[in-house]
């Protein structure tokens, strides 16, 4: 409550006590403007009575809001996905597909028997081929056009063989070709050096074997016994596994219009809870050309520095090792 004795302050007081300029009292009065020269326009006051300069500031743009964003999930690095990005491509999602096929009780028969089982062949190329499937429907269901970078897990046991794909869904930035998804295993390294060679990849090729090593005879027996000699039986079984195995690879790569199959991975050894069945598991990436012509990509040198033994003859070669 005021002092009715207390004089009131003027309105000089008024400034020098809250330090204000001259007319800058915020009252219901307005401030009368400043007179301006005539070769200049008047400045328009901003709020709280401060000028604004005569360049204007221009406008913020809006943040994107969570429809426009594109959420992402993928598990290629960093350096992957700005490659990826180099040549016009996008990662879209992560993609699996699965499938465990049973084999018959008598797939792998007991030793002695020799030659292929075929059940156990055709109960792995079930496995993978329902995968493969699986994972290219995850890929058309999520946008993409292929799926690069696949991980590829085939488990063979006694009464099953499992088949497990994980990769990355891609397609081009601006939408682009349709169709059949493909399914690779290739890198995203690879995927541009294809890509920039004039290649397509097309699908995820596939062959196995199972060969069962026949019993040795008696007088293999008596050799190994007195002397090193080469265990045929064995021999023989895992290059009857390899041919059949690459046999069927080239067939699934033929079924899909391929050129050729590249970075083809393989698995060659006796199984571990049948040590008489040789098994041979390989796969890789059906590929065609998909220009007129192959475009020739010049090499490019690169010199890693994320090495320690590089480093250290890089810099004996310079005369700077300590």
Same mark, same amino acid.
């Given at each position: 409550?005021?002092?009715?004795?207390?004089?009131?302050?003027?309105?000089?007081?008024?400034?020098?006590?809250?330090?204000? /300029?001259? %007319?800058m009292?915020h009252?219901?009065?307005?401030?009368?403007p400043? $007179?301006?020269? +005539? !070769? =200049? &326009?008047?400045? /328009?006051? %901003?709020?709280?009575?401060?000028?604004?300069?005569?360049?204007?500031? $221009?406008?913020? +743009? !809006? =943040? &994107?809001?969570?429809?426009?964003?594109?959420?992402?999930?993928?598990?290629l690095?960093?350096?992957?996905?700005?490659?990826?990005? =180099?040549?016009?491509?996008?990662?879209?999602?992560?993609?699996?597909?699965?499938?465990?096929?049973?084999?018959?009780?008598?797939?792998?028969?007991?030793?002695?028997?020799?030659g292929?089982?075929?059940?156990?062949?055709?109960?792995?190329?079930?496995?993978?081929?329902?995968?493969?499937?699986?994972?290219?429907?995850?890929?058309?269901?999520?946008?993409?056009?292929?799926?690069?970078?696949?991980?590829?897990?085939?488990?063979?046991?006694?009464?099953?063989?499992?088949?497990v794909?994980?990769?990355?869904?891609?397609?081009?930035?601006?939408?682009?070709?349709?169709?059949?998804?493909?399914v690779?295993d290739?890198?995203?390294?690879d995927?541009l050096?294809?890509?920039?060679?004039?290649?397509?990849?097309?699908?995820?090729?596939?062959?196995?074997?199972?060969?069962?090593?026949?019993y040795r005879?008696?007088?293999?027996?008596?050799?190994?016994?007195?002397?090193?000699?080469?265990?045929t039986?064995l021999?023989?079984?895992?290059?009857?596994?390899?041919?059949q195995?690459?046999?069927r690879?080239?067939?699934?790569?033929?079924?899909?219009?391929?050129?050729?199959?590249?970075?083809?991975?393989?698995?060659?050894?006796?199984?571990?809870?049948?040590s008489?069945v040789i098994?041979?598991?390989?796969w890789?990436?059906?590929?065609?050309l998909?220009?007129?012509?192959?475009?020739?990509v010049?090499?490019?040198?690169?010199?890693?520095?994320d090495?320690?033994?590089?480093?250290?003859?890089?810099?004996?070669?310079?005369?700077?090792?300590?």
């Amino acid at each position: 409550m005021s002092d009715p004795d207390k004089p009131a302050m003027s309105r000089e007081e008024l400034d020098r006590l809250f330090n204000t /300029p001259q %007319g800058m009292v915020h009252d219901k009065t307005p401030a009368a403007p400043a $007179p301006s020269s +005539p !070769s =200049s &326009p008047p400045e /328009p006051a %901003g709020q709280g009575g401060r000028h604004r300069s005569d360049h204007h500031s $221009p406008p913020r +743009p !809006s =943040s &994107p809001t969570r429809g426009d964003l594109h959420q992402v999930t993928s598990d290629l690095t960093i350096d992957e996905t700005l490659l990826l990005h =180099s040549i016009d491509w996008e990662p879209v999602d992560m993609v699996i597909g699965a499938s465990v096929a049973a084999i018959p009780t008598m797939g792998f028969a007991g030793a002695g028997w020799a030659g292929a089982t075929d059940q156990s062949a055709q109960a792995f190329t079930s496995a993978v081929a329902s995968a493969v499937a699986r994972i290219r429907d995850d890929c058309s269901a999520a946008g993409g056009v292929g799926v690069i970078g696949v991980d590829v897990d085939f488990q063979v046991h006694r009464h099953t063989v499992q088949a497990v794909l994980v990769g990355t869904a891609v397609r081009p930035a601006g939408g682009g070709r349709g169709g059949h998804p493909f399914v690779s295993d290739l890198t995203v390294r690879d995927f541009l050096l294809l890509h920039n060679a004039g290649w397509e990849p097309l699908g995820l090729a596939f062959g196995a074997s199972f060969v069962q090593v026949p019993y040795r005879t008696i007088g293999t027996v008596f050799k190994q016994v007195t002397a090193n000699t080469e265990m045929t039986n064995l021999t023989e079984a895992m290059y009857q596994a390899r041919e059949q195995g690459m046999e069927r690879l080239q067939s699934s790569a033929i079924g899909m219009g391929a050129q050729g199959v590249v970075a083809v991975q393989y698995s060659d050894r006796p199984l571990p809870f049948a040590s008489h069945v040789i098994g041979f598991t390989s796969w890789g990436t059906a590929i065609r050309l998909s220009g007129e012509s192959h475009r020739y990509v010049k090499p490019r040198m690169v010199v890693a520095m994320d090495d320690a033994g590089d480093l250290f003859d890089l810099q004996g070669a310079m005369g700077t090792k300590e």
